[in-house]
């Protein structure tokens, strides 16, 4: 046996082996030295022949799934090895073989995996630079490829899909991707695909068998020889692991990455689209405002959708034109989602009936499910055009298969498909025949059990059964001496005896033929009346995927209407106005009605660049994350939180926010800030969207500021970049380039002064501030007393010591001057010259707040240059 073993283990060595003995899953040597630890099971040894003997630990097969998710949420592979004949029949050791190899991409198990999200298994072939990407969720068949054409755009569908293995070539393994970070912080599961997948010929050979085409141009894939290669090493990897046919995946769509918004994996966490960036939860994040879908199918639909939004006008005006048909019936729709609340995920329950794992309780769950459809389509019907209507049509009642298993399955069958009750009367006369012959067995014996009680005396004489000796008669001891002799023996016990009669036996054996004929007709009844549906699979997953659609348009709309969202309008022209904005979630998390609106207002020309200072907590940040947002929110098709909007449809969004010290480890905060700003000037253009909050602020201050400065001169220059921009900062000398820069306009997220404190009014207005109120916030956050008196202190002796430096500096340059014009340098000698000095010298700062002083010495000092 442990020879066997060896064998096994030897074709699988990346795998924890699963070796069937009797009722449990034992693991060997290493494999169980791992598990014992992961798992926290018992390890104990096993001879094998050798003088050591074997670690071995084991798992019972009935509740082996349990250990098997450990397992792969740690990452492993499990390879499961079988017994594959009747050990009754076997000669010598039984045969055993693996006939599934669960990874982490490829787990089907609903005790781990989340319904509102796919679970991708994702392979990439890197060429040249270049890469070919395919992706498969196999609990619902979804199979899609792409080319991707840089390392950049590869790590941004990586964020966009998450998924939870991937198998590359030996070159992507080697790739410049920050592995740490796909491992360790979104626990993906990455390993390099056997050399042998990557053939052409077989990589075409499975795409072909897989959907069934004669060559690649009927897929569209003829021009795209790395996602050929990236799909056909995907499909050998799903039929090595898998060892079934896998008939739902019957569908491969070829997408291009440039037919959606760019987003960034840095903007997609900034933006906190579908988890928070603190503690990564959906409550705080804008899928959370956004999904109220009564479907697992539409909250997987919604969560891409939020993913990836759209581009293209036609596309994002048919959703929005959709939303819009919802809500000028709010009752109509209302009532589609109390009929789209009961629907189970058909997607999944589809791809269980294919699987053949399907049991009896799913069947009536989808029997379930199916019966609302008749009522969906029903109030479909008032759509006259547009995506509702392409609904309609789309979408199938099937009502056949609604019918077939309403005649058949029983309304609570048993989950066990071999132990019989699963069908309905009058389903097949066969069967019911059988069942009446088990029936009229049951009186049979209730009528011996009398006969022989009336006949011995035996007053509590009971027919009982058991799975070991059948049907017997017990006695207990008080009565023994009334057994009459016919009575034969089988058993004793304690307190009882069980006998058997020649009538029992032949009684018991005629009804126990007909139940096990009864078990066995019923269970190849439901396994071909399984198979007849899983031949329908095509009808089932169209109908699904417009079920899916329908529940995150009515989703879309309810949550236009309950939050008083409205449509925006969309141009190409690049003009975002936006009035009386609001943050989505943040007016959620308030939920008290006291979030203040803010107008947005950006174009292609002059207001291309808006430099927003404020003090700390002002509200900067929730301003230009609101305004991305809304942009977002109006690209997937979605209403959006304002007064009303129009927005010009951008390509790409980038942020830089905050310090994202959940990035690759090995960089500085610093660092990862100036990588994110140099990927931000690197691949933006005009038609995107940049949210830049306080560039700059993680080094000293001349520096940052510089930095800073040169940042919104690139933007602003259409020629290099020209895209919009919202820039939030505390360098106030920033705002001196509205006057300089023709793009740029300076705004203010305004508070009162009362005192020493500052009220927050949280609107922005036109103009710069002039402080950041730190120390004032310090204060609100309770920093004690002492600390910020001291602050105070220290913060007015610096502005002081940095007044007389510049006053220095501004004497220097005037001295200079003085002497340049007494040398008759005529170039120095102009009016306007004469006028800064003479102002210069008149200066009277005694009267100007430090902050005051300061920016009018600069400019100054500025004009002198
Ligand atoms: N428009 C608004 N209406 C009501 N509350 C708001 C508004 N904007 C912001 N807030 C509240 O103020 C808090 C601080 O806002 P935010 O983080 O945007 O400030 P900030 O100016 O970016 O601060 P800092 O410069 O310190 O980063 C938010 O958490 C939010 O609760």
Redesign the pocket.
């Known amino acids: 046996m442990m020879q066997q073993y060896m064998e096994v283990k030897n074709q699988y060595k990346d795998c924890i082996l699963f070796y069937r003995l009797g009722d449990f899953y034992e693991m060997f040597f290493d494999d169980a030295l791992t598990a014992s630890k992961v798992l926290e099971i018992t390890l104990t040894g096993r001879d094998c022949g050798q003088p050591e003997r074997a670690p071995m630990c084991g798992v019972p097969y009935h509740a082996c799934d349990v250990y098997l998710n450990k397992l792969i949420e740690n990452g492993f592979k499990v390879a499961i090895c079988e017994q594959v004949e009747d050990p009754k029949l076997a000669k010598g050791i039984v045969k055993r073989e693996v006939i599934r190899v669960v990874t982490p991409g490829t787990n089907m198990s609903n005790a781990i995996l989340d319904e509102t999200r796919n679970n991708y298994l994702m392979s990439i072939v890197e060429n040249d630079g270049a890469f070919g990407i395919s992706l498969v969720d196999i609990t619902t068949g979804e199979f899609k490829t792409a080319r991707v054409p840089s390392l950049s755009k590869l790590t941004d569908e990586i964020n966009k899909y998450s998924p939870a293995e991937i198998i590359g070539n030996h070159s992507f393994m080697n790739c410049d991707l920050d592995f740490i970070y796909l491992r360790e912080k979104m626990k993906i599961s990455i390993s390099e695909a056997p050399e042998h997948y990557f053939n052409q010929m077989l990589c075409e050979d499975a795409i072909m068998r897989q959907f069934g085409v004669n060559n690649m141009d009927g897929l569209g894939l003829k021009d795209f020889p790395d996602c050929i290669l990236s799909s056909g090493v995907l499909l050998q990897y799903l039929h090595e692991t898998q060892k079934n046919s896998l008939a739902h995946i019957n569908h491969i769509v070829l997408y291009s990455i440039d037919d959606f918004m760019i987003l960034d994996s840095a903007t997609r966490r900034n933006l906190e689209l579908c988890e928070t960036l603190r503690d990564k939860q959906k409550r705080g994040s804008l899928l959370w405002v956004l999904d109220k879908t009564k479907t697992a199918m539409g909250a997987r639909m919604l969560r891409s959708m939020i993913e990836q939004p759209l581009i293209y006008k036609k596309d994002i005006e048919a959703r929005l034109d959709a939303v819009d048909q919802l809500n000028n019936d709010m009752i109509n729709r209302d009532e589609m989602r109390e009929y789209l609340n009961p629907i189970y995920d058909l997607e999944r329950l589809m791809t269980r009936i294919s699987l053949r794992s399907a049991n009896p309780r799913d069947m009536i769950a989808f029997k379930t499910s199916l019966s609302y459809l008749p009522y969906i389509r029903q109030l479909l019907q008032i759509y006259p055009d547009g995506l509702l209507a392409d609904i309609y049509e789309k979408m199938d009642e099937l009502q056949d298969i609604y019918d077939l298993l309403e005649r058949s399955i029983n309304d609570d069958p048993p989950i066990l498909i071999r132990e019989g009750g699963i069908f309905k009367d009058g389903y097949l006369e066969e069967i019911d025949t059988l069942k009446s012959a088990k029936t009229d067995g049951k009186t049979w014996l209730a009528e011996l059990e009398e006969r022989e009680k009336q006949k011995t005396g035996i007053k509590n004489l009971r027919i009982k059964f058991n799975k070991v000796f059948g049907y017997y008669f017990e006695v207990t001891n008080s009565y023994k001496d009334l057994v009459p002799e016919y009575f034969i023996r089988k058993q004793t016990l304690a307190n009882s005896e069980r006998y058997t009669t020649e009538e029992l036996d032949n009684l018991a054996s005629s009804i126990l033929g007909s139940e096990d004929k009864l078990y066995a007709l019923e269970y190849e009844t439901y396994v071909a009346l399984r198979d007849k549906i899983a031949g329908e699979i095509l009808r089932v997953q169209n109908t699904a995927r417009q079920i899916a659609l329908l529940d995150c348009l009515c989703s879309l709309s309810y949550v236009a209407s309950a939050n008083q969202f409205v449509r925006p309008e969309i141009n190409e022209d690049g003009v975002i106005d936006i009035k009386e904005g ?2 989505p979630v ?2 959620k ?2 939920n008290n009605g ?5 107008d947005t207002y950006l174009n292609n020309f002059e207001s291309r660049i808006s430099i927003i200072t ?13 305004t991305a947002l809304i942009v977002l929110m109006a690209q997937i098709g979605s209403f959006v939180p304002a007064a009303s909007a129009n927005i010009g449809i951008c390509d790409r969004i980038f942020t830089r926010v ?1 310090a994202s010290d959940d990035l690759a480890s090995g960089q500085s905060t610093f660092m990862v800030e100036m990588s994110e700003v140099a990927n931000i000037l690197r691949n933006a253009t005009k038609n995107s969207l940049l949210i830049l ?2 560039i700059g602020r993680g080094t000293s201050t001349y520096d940052g500021l510089s930095i800073a400065w040169a940042v919104v001169e690139y933007i602003s220059n259409s020629e290099l970049l020209g895209a919009k921009t919202l820039f ?1 900062t ?1 360098y106030h000398e920033l705002t001196e380039l509205e006057g300089k820069l023709s793009s740029v306009n300076n705004y203010c ?1 305004a508070v009162k002064e009362d005192g020493d404190d500052i009220v ?1 009014l ?2 922005i207005v036109k103009g710069g501030a002039d402080r ?1 109120y730190g120390i004032q ?1 310090a204060k609100l956050a309770g920093v004690p007393d002492i600390v910020i008196n001291r602050a105070n202190e220290i913060c007015n002796q610096l502005i002081d010591t940095d007044i007389t430096t510049k006053l220095k500096d501004i004497k220097i340059t005037n001295d200079f001057h003085k002497s340049a014009s007494d040398t008759q340098m005529s170039f120095l000698a102009n009016p306007e010259e004469s006028a800064i000095l003479e102002e210069i010298k008149n200066a009277d700062l005694s009267n100007m707040t430090p902050m005051k002083a300061l920016l009018y010495l600069n400019e100054l000092q500025e004009r002198i240059r």
């Open positions: 609001r943050h943040v007016e998390m308030m006291m979030f203040i609106s803010n404020g003090p700390n907590m002002a509200g900067k940040s929730t301003y230009m994350r609101q905050g909050d306080e939030a505390h997220i927050f949280r609107k950041s916030v």
